[in-house]
């Protein structure tokens, strides 16, 4: 395996971008020997934290969309859920709301909601506490 590196920047302006382009002139920089990189390992630490990152990147984009849903069911749900949902701040949102007990006697669109809005919001302290794991359980780099 063999690293490239990109294409002389004069040569390629003169053609333009190119994704075929591209790999051939990759493929002749191999084959001429102008290309004489060695391949990254997919080892060490900076391959670990990458690998970690992706986890951690994964689990804040989760985090939003359950967070952004929740809100939204607060604003629209029942007034009963509206008004205890009103003043809590964001970051105190899913906990809040994680301790809500859904009825099943009770008004069906109650019930459900609250059900719905409990689920994010466990949701959303599990992937926080998942969150926390990747950082503290990491090796120190």
Known sequence: MIEVDRPNRQARRRHGKSNPIDAIE???AALSGRAD???KAADGNSEAIGVLMVAFRSG???HTRCLNQLRRLGFC???ELRERCRDVRVDALAQTVAGLRPNPAGDVVMFATTLAMQTLARRVLDID???VR???D???W
Do not use: N, Q
Request: proline share 10%; hydrophobic share 40%.
């Open 138 to 140: 990491s090796p120190g």
């Open 37 to 39: 990189g060695v391949a």
């Open 60 to 62: 804040r984009e989760a």
């Open 77 to 79: 749900g029942p007034a």
């Open 134 to 136: 990747l950082h503290d």
């Open 129 to 131: 506490a998942d969150s």
């Open 26 to 28: 990759a493929a002749r």
